[in-house]
Every structure is written in structure tokens, then in C-alpha cells.
């Protein structure tokens, strides 16, 4: 384990490197073929058995140790978002409208680092690595599921990956056991109303008025049918009707997405909002499309692997403090793999204390403190290493 810490510190500046290059050159989800190319090429340097191509962008890269043992999946994402970069970093993304905005390239970064490192312990290892690099992580349908269906699991015993966190503090790593992040689903609406010239409203059937008339109805979903200890979100994020200022319009559009943590309440919130669409258009006569499209589902990680990376990062230099976090709204399509295998999903601190202002996850200024690299990739080499060991012994006592 210190030879796995030192050699970590080592490549520390290189983790470095890896990200910021990453930064200055993003792809979005289902685009990443240059990012793609870029990893299999630096696994395949250190003579890493490799596949590309894994459901879409995904790329496989296997190390197998010199002893028997478990098949450790160690996952990290690495598509972009469609935003442009605000920030003054001289490593500031080159391309307009296109953002490493939620740490995706620290995740690559640091598993590549873990990857060399565990590289140069081959003749220790007892078992199989697999780097899972994921694509398009920010899109539904995502690159998990298609990955899955393409193998990126089979053998597999447990897999373990991390999020970087610009809200949490630099040191600290945040676990919890069950569900973790909330099954992330989008609405589309679309008011079928009647325009007309603004002086005459009365021969109208106004999508606007429907439509903020819509808005409201739909908060009482959460306030008022939904069980206050059951976290949930309804939230419509886009309202478009444009028109000139004096022509009300025919139609509007409004989108927005769903968060849930229980499948019963998704399917309630579901049928509901479309009862409360149906009732709210009905009112004024007018007509509705409604479409509802199921995203990731609920993160629910395994109790004993979860407690097993909290115990093993209390032990990682420059890990100040491991505590349980409460669940988030935010969804992630990691929680395919969770209903397929045995694994866990942790945070890992990323915030400067020295800061002014820690921006948010997919916001234009979004940054994170590198050296929360060094802490996520310590982590999840403890915890492979310490994996296999644990299982080496048992299989030993087994046999004993």
C-alpha cells in the first residue's frame, strides 16, 4: 500500500497534465472519439490489453495481475457538456459551447495515473483490473447501458468509481449505503392553444396564460400528493411561446425533468402529470402532447462495499475525513452497473477552501482543486488492492 501511495505522489504531476489537456479539448456525450483515442492510447503504451469501441465511445483496458484473484471494475466518465467556459484558467477549454463543466476530466485523469502506477504492481496483483473508461454520462440514454450490453461487466466482482466534488470540501470523501443520487427523468410539453391578434383575447385560446396556468398546477405534485419524507422534485426549465409583442400565440413548449428516489412515486408523478395536464388545457379547450422519458435509475449502493471504501479511505494520506453524505437529486447512469454487480459510488472533495466562490457542477466557471486527483486515485487503489487481498485470504481459509 505505500508503494502504491509513493508512486502515486509520483505521477501526480502527469494526473496533472492528463486533466488539463483533457479540459482544453472536451467532446460532447456520444462525440468523444478524439478523447476516446487518447485513452486507449495511453493504456495501450503501457501494455494494457484494450478495447475500444465498447457500446459507442467506451473503452475497456485490462490488467491481469501475476496471482488469482477477483476482477476489480474501477470506472471513470469522460464526455463533456454543452456549455461555454467562463473561467480565466490558462488551460480553459479551446472550443466555443463545449466544457469540461462537472470534473469528468479529473475522473480520466486520475484513473489513467492509477492505471500506470497499478501497472508497475502487476507482479503483486492477485486478480484482473478493468479500467472502465464510460462515454456519454451527461445524455440519456447514457454510455453505461449500451456498455453493459456490450460486456464492459462479464466477469466482473465489484466495481468501484468516484465523483469529484466542487461542493464538498478538499479531503473529505462522502459515502452513504442505498440509495445515493435520484432517478433523473424529462418531460416535454406542448400547448396546442389557438392564436390571435392580442387586442382580441376573447377569440384566443392562449398558450402562455394555459401554460403558466400548467406551471403552477404542477408544483402541487410535490407540496400537496407527495409524502413530505419522500424526496422528490418537479421542475419545468425551459417555457418557450415567441411571438411577436402584439400576436398571442398558438402553442408553447415547456421541458423540464423529474427527480425521484422510490419507483412508485416516479410512476405516480408520472400519471399524474399528465392528469394535471389534461385538466389544466381542458379548462381553456385546448389540446396537449405530453412526453415522458425515463433517464438513469435511482444510485443505490451495496452496504458491505460501501462500508468497506470508508473504511479503507480513513486509512489514505491526505483523507482528513470520511463521513456519510445525504442523498442528492442529481442523477448518474454509474447505478446501471450497481444493478448488475456489487460496488459502491463515492465523493471525493474537490473545493478549495481558499475559494471565494466553489461554483456549481455544470456552471460556466466551474473548477475544481487538483489535488483532489491524488486523493481519488489513492482511494480507489487502496480499495482494489485491499479488495483482492481480502479475497485472496478468504479463498485461502476456504480452502483451509
Keep these: 500500500m505505500e508503494k502504491l501511495y509513493s508512486n502515486l505522489d509520483l505521477v501526480y504531476e502527469e494526473m496533472v497534465e492528463i486533466r488539463r489537456f483533457l479540459h482544453q479539448h472536451p467532446e460532447l456525450s ?38 488469482p484473484g477477483p476482477t ?18 490558462p488551460f480553459k477549454s479551446k472550443y ?25 504492481l502487476q507482479d503483486e496483483l492477485e486478480g484482473t483490473i478493468v479500467f472502465l473508461h464510460q462515454h456519454a454520462e451527461e445524455l440519456p440514454p447514457g454510455g453505461a447501458i449500451s456498455m453493459i450490453e456490450d460486456g464492459c461487466l462479464d466477469g466482473v466482482d465489484v466495481i468501484f468509481g468516484t465523483h469529484l466534488q466542487a461542493q464538498m470540501s478538499l479531503g473529505e470523501i462522502g459515502y452513504r449505503t442505498g440509495a445515493l443520487q435520484a432517478a433523473p427523468d424529462r418531460f416535454d410539453i406542448t400547448i396546442k392553444g389557438k392564436g390571435g ?53 398558438d402553442s408553447a413548449e415547456l421541458v423540464g425533468t423529474v427527480r425521484t428516489f422510490k419507483e412508485e412515486t416516479r410512476e405516480f408523478i408520472e400519471k399524474e402529470m399528465e392528469r394535471i395536464i389534461k385538466a389544466t388545457c381542458d379548462v381553456s379547450g385546448a389540446d396537449y402532447v405530453y412526453t415522458y422519458t425515463r ?12 462500508e468497506f471504501v470508508a473504511e479503507v479511505a480513513k486509512e489514505v494520506p491526505g483523507v482528513e475525513a470520511v463521513k456519510v453524505t445525504e442523498p442528492i437529486m442529481g442523477g448518474e447512469d454509474y447505478a446501471f452497473y450497481l444493478q448488475h454487480v456489487k460496488g459502491t459510488f463515492f465523493f471525493t472533495g474537490a473545493r478549495n477552501e481558499d475559494w471565494d466562490i466553489a461554483y456549481p457542477h455544470h456552471h ?13 486515485a489513492k482511494v480507489l487503489g487502496a480499495a482494489t488492492l ?14 483451509g
Design 96 to 120: 466555443d459551447g463545449v466544457m469540461h463543466a462537472c470534473g469528468h476530466d479529473g475522473h480520466t485523469a486520475s484513473l489513467l495515473g492509477l492505471a500506470k502506477v497499478l501497472n508497475g
Design 72 to 89: 476489480v471494475a474501477l470506472r471513470a466518465d469522460f464526455d463533456a457538456l454543452p456549455i461555454h467556459e467562463q473561467t480565466d484558467v
Design 295 to 306: 433517464g438513469y435509475p435511482t444510485l443505490v449502493n451495496h452496504k458491505e462495499e460501501t
Design 30 to 67: 456520444f462525440e468523444e472519439t478524439e478523447t476516446a483515442a487518447y485513452i486507449a492510447d495511453y493504456h495501450t503504451a503501457l501494455g494494457h490489453e484494450v478495447r475500444t469501441n465498447v457500446g459507442g465511445n467506451g473503452v475497456l483496458a485490462y490488467l491481469r495481475g501475476a496471482k
Design 386 to 399: 485491499q479488495y483482492m487481498n481480502e479475497y485472496a485470504n478468504k479463498s485461502l481459509n476456504e480452502i
Design 364 to 376: 460556466p466557471k466551474f473548477d475544481i482543486d487538483e489535488r483532489a486527483l491524488l486523493h481519488a
Design 197 to 249: 391578434h392580442a387586442a382580441h383575447p376573447h377569440d384566443t385560446k392562449d398558450s402562455v396564460v394555459i401554460g403558466g396556468q400548467l406551471i403552477n398546477n404542477l408544483q402541487q405534485i410535490v407540496s400537496r400528493k407527495v409524502d413530505p419524507l419522500d424526496s422528490a422534485v418537479v421542475s419545468v426549465c425551459n417555457f418557450v411561446a415567441e411571438n411577436p409583442y402584439n400576436v398571442i400565440a
